[in-house]
């Protein structure tokens, strides 16, 4: 299962989900979908730019948890 932290990641830069869905040049609704784990794939240029922005490592947004049932 993969966990996305980017609320995180976006509290402990201070900015807003408008900010950085205009930052990113992605809906606030897509970004709404990627915060909460909904979305089934994300964009390499998508995270990327999250990347970039919130100057980070994508391993410090996406997280991989085994199942319970493995």
């Given amino acids: 299962m993969i966990i996305v932290n980017l609320d ?5 830069r201070k900015i807003s989900s408008n900010e950085l869905s205009e930052l990113i040049d992605i809906t606030p609704a897509n970004l709404s979908i990627l915060k909460t784990g909904k979305a089934k794939a994300v964009r390499f240029s998508t995270l990327d730019k999250i990347c970039s922005v919130l100057k980070c490592q994508p391993g410090d947004i996406l997280e991989y948890r085994p199942d319970e049932e493995e």
């Fill in 8 to 12: 995180v990641m976006m509290a402990k």
